[in-house]
Nanobody
Framework: QVQLLESGGGLVQAGGSLRLSCAAS????????MGWFRQAPGKEREFVAG????????YYADSVKGRFTISRDNAKNTVYLQMNSLNPEDTAVYYC?????????????????WGQGTQVTVSS
């Protein structure tokens, strides 16, 4: 069992930056691939970024490529999402998720564990 806790959300002006963190419990964290998803009001949850269990492979949604960076520190059981050049369309609740099979996947249904989410609001 893995428990995930996101932090770092908040209100930021367009063009600004935020860094989200997701702290995981459990000794098997390092074997899980991790992902960040987001859900805006009235919209479906969408994939944002993912990282392989060792961190050697990262992948992004086209909408955030070049602006967001996912990383992980297995010694700290933490995954990060650095978000730069934010715009109002990035406003959403951001969730981190863990896939115990360690697959590189963009499908929410493939992830086994989810955090509660952290709100990111970008003002224009």
């Amino acid at each position: 069992q893995v428990q995930l806790l996101e932090s770092g959300g908040g209100l930021v002006q367009a063009g600004g930056s935020l860094r989200l963190s997701c702290a995981a419990s459990g000794r098997t964290f390092s074997s899980y691939s991790m992902g960040w998803f987001r859900q805006a009001p009235g919209k479906e949850r969408e994939f944002v970024a993912g990282i392989s269990w060792r961190g050697g492979s990262t992948y992004y949604a086209d909408s955030v490529k070049g602006r967001f960076t996912i990383s992980r520190d297995n010694a700290k059981n933490t995954v990060y999402l650095q978000m730069n050049s934010l715009n109002p369309e990035d406003t959403a609740v951001y969730y981190c998720a863990a896939d115990r099979l360690g697959a590189t996947t963009v499908l929410a249904s493939d992830y086994n564990y989810w955090g509660q989410g952290t709100q990111v609001t970008v003002s224009s």
